[in-house]
């Protein structure tokens, strides 16, 4: 699998910015950068660099804002693409800097089309600690036609360096840093008990599990600058990890819901996780357990036992269950329908199919409507 070219780290790592654009002798780079990220003093900072930016796009970036960016891109002799921003930004990126090298319109190449050439180079500067986009050759896009959350996987995708600056983190507020981390958590769980680890893969998430309770409960609670460091690097890693084992049923169900009710991706998996991994632990007892171990749990219970009250006091349970009020009808088979379709069911522990999937979506709205946690 391939990885960034160059990735720098540290706390203030964005100032060598000007030294990497002048390393790749880039001189008129577009800048993406998240909307609410650009209004923060460290978005205020990179618009120097820019002629013109891009903030015209949603927490799930749609085909119509993709097709905007691009418009953008193409209006000037732009060399290259500085993002600013989580997933939802470094995917529509991605997008952008495929599209215009290889021609022809976004839409057709999540319908099959092959890019023949490499992206224009493409500088990420990740402002969560969550998704790890900044390391993967995937990209996931709004249809809102449909609606349906589309994702591809490309080489040409993957980003050709990375700043991992943790002061981007600064302006989240607790319950983003406590989704994002979670986000994160769940993809090193997931990885661990997939049918799809192996001795080799679980020696990195055993790893990546042992570091991450400390850092994900500081960065939360204290906003401690060292702790966001850790989260940001562990989200980086795990993104290395996971294709090579994929995921399981929590996060297949995480993009229909997220593409039905504009939930955030870090919450959309939160709301299925304790149910999936519950369905999914008679499947997996000693990769749970294991994994349980190395967050620093003797039981499962005790296990479930933190995740629930650390969503409860994160107040992402609060957040999610306001988001999910007004969603009283949801078409609860379609999105398992959909979720079923995902490339993570093959390596889901536990066989599952349609009315399983449904039942897992029933009692994960119903835990959070009734009081997460209560």
């Known amino acids: 699998m391939t990885t ?4 720098i780290s540290g706390i203030g790592s964005v100032s060598y910015l000007p030294e990497l654009l002048r390393e790749m002798n880039l001189r008129n780079p577009f800048v993406v950068i998240d909307p609410k990220v650009k209004e923060a003093d460290f978005g205020k900072r990179l618009m120097g660099f820019a002629k013109k930016s891009f903030d015209g796009f949603e927490t799930n970036p749609t085909f119509s804002q993709v097709s905007d960016g691009l418009h953008l891109f193409s209006e000037n002799d732009y060399d290259s693409i500085i993002v600013v921003g989580g997933g939802s930004a470094i995917d529509l990126a991605k997008v952008i800097g495929l599209t215009a090298a290889n021609g022809g319109k976004a839409e057709e190449y999540f319908q099959g089309k092959k890019a023949d050439v490499q992206s ?4 990420a500067i990740p402002t969560t600690c ?4 900044e390391s993967s050759p995937f990209a996931v896009i709004m249809d809102s036609s449909i609606p349906k959350k589309r994702g591809i996987e490309s080489v040409f995708f993957m980003p050709t360096a990375v700043i991992l600056d943790s002061e981007a983190l600064i302006s989240l507020d607790s319950v983003m840093i406590a989704a994002t981390g979670m986000d994160a958590f769940t993809h090193i769980l997931e990885s661990h008990i997939s049918k799809k680890a192996t001795v080799l893969t679980r020696i990195v998430s055993k790893g990546l599990l042992c570091s991450i309770r400390e850092p994900l409960e500081k960065a939360l609670n204290e906003k401690d600058a060292l702790a966001l460091e850790a989260l940001q690097s562990i989200a980086f ?6 294709p090579r084992t994929g995921l399981s049923i929590a996060h297949a169900l995480s993009h229909p819901l997220g593409a039905f009710t504009g939930l955030h991706h870090g919450l959309a998996v939160v709301t299925f996780l304790e149910t999936s991994m519950k369905y999914n632990v008679s499947a997996c007892r000693d990769s749970f357990r294991e994994a349980g171990r190395m967050v620093g749990f003797s039981s499962d219970d005790d296990l479930f036992s933190w995740l629930r009250l650390f969503i409860k006091e994160s107040g992402m349970a609060e957040k999610i269950s306001n988001h999910l009020v007004v969603y009283d009808n949801l078409p609860i088979e379609r999105i398992a329908s959909e979720a079923l379709q995902s490339s993570n069911i093959p390596s889901n522990p536990r066989k599952i199919g349609l009315s399983e999937t449904c039942e897992i979506i029933n009692e994960s709205l119903l835990n959070f409507r009734r009081g997460y946690g209560n």
């Open 120 to 123: 224009v180079p493409i500088i």
């Open 4 to 7: 960034p070219k160059k990735v």
């Open 130 to 133: 969550g998704t790890g986009a």
């Open 237 to 242: 890693t795990a993104r290395l990890l996971y």
